[in-house]
């Protein structure tokens, strides 16, 4: 996993002493600094936004950044990459939260004392897909079938959608002489 501290990227792009991440318009040089770091990453590349050593995330900044950057990700702007946020505060998650919902859009993010969670909008059947990855880190569908008592097909299509989400990696590998698509949690 490739970390981003967006602190220290606050610093060099701003330069303005703040740890704050206030207005659209510095989300936006935020962003951009991001858009140009990400395209050099790899393929399948899982890249951690640090939010640790910020002090506020305004609405507008936080739409300008996470939100902008999200629903990007999913236009295929990126690649095939994964982006979670790390290090944050409560007061940080809610702004970026609704930031989220607004664009009904969603993201995996780790709090400052280590809790993992879902931030955004996701459907109630793609959550409790989504938990059961996490709790099994790799997952297929015939595993998510025997688990949820689904059809294999039902089973199938949550995990593509959540990997089109961004929210699990999709790997594929040979199994009783056959490929077989793995779905892994990302964080």
Do not use: P
């Amino acid at each position: 996993m490739k970390t981003y501290s967006l602190y220290k990227i606050l610093k060099e792009e701003l330069k303005n002493g703040s740890s704050d991440l206030v207005t659209r318009q510095s989300g936006q040089v935020i962003r951009e600094r991001i858009e140009r770091d990400i395209e050099k990453e790899k393929d399948r590349a899982v890249i951690a936004l640090d939010f640790s050593n910020i002090g506020i995330i305004d609405y507008s900044c936080a739409d300008e950044i996470v939100a902008k950057l999200v629903s990007r990700l999913l236009g295929s702007e990126y690649g095939d990459k994964y982006l979670i946020l790390a290090g944050l505060t409560d007061n940080q998650k809610e702004n970026i939260e609704v930031a989220l919902e607004r664009k009904d859009l969603a993201m995996m993010a780790e709090m400052r004392d280590g809790k993992k969670l879902l931030l955004g909008n996701l459907n109630n059947y793609l959550k409790e897909t989504l938990e059961l990855i996490i709790k099994k880190d790799r997952i297929t569908a015939r595993d998510i079938s025997e688990a949820m008592n689904l059809e294999a097909n039902t089973s199938g299509t949550r995990l593509l959608n959540l990997h089109k989400k961004r929210l699990v990696k999709r790997t594929d590998e040979i199994r009783d002489g056959g490929r077989v698509w793995v779905y892994v949690r990302i964080n």
